[in-house]
């Protein structure tokens, strides 16, 4: 098992992070403390979620809460976008960061759902 500092996952999601508190310092402050800050722990609990599903034998459920909870990322992103908070250049930027991710994690449970399959465990996809 890799460490889950190690894990490509892990590192975009945490520069994902990185990137979203430098960009969003132009959002107004009833913004930034609902919003904004929402999106920042939402990615914070995503990073703690792939820390667990990295370091448990049955993975699909938590990888399943993941997708989830990046599908609320990605909508937040968007979101900040259409109010005009981030330029289209810096959504662009911003979705092929979120596109790698959401690959990442797509791609991991699906092979949590085939291991699972073969191991005989009854899983929810």
Known sequence: MAQYENLPVFKATYDLLLDLYKTLNNVPRDLRYTLVQDLKNELTQLMV??????????????????LDLFLSVRLRIRLLKDMHFLSVARFAELSLKTEIISKQLTG??????????????????
């Not at 599903?53 to 399943?64: C, D, G, P, W």
């Open 49 to 66: 979620l792939i820390y667990k599903a990295n370091s448990q034998r049955e993975k699909t459920a938590t990888l399943r809460k993941c």
């Open 108 to 125: 991991w449970h699906n092979h949590s759902v085939k291991l699972a399959t073969k191991e005989g465990h009854s899983t929810t996809i």
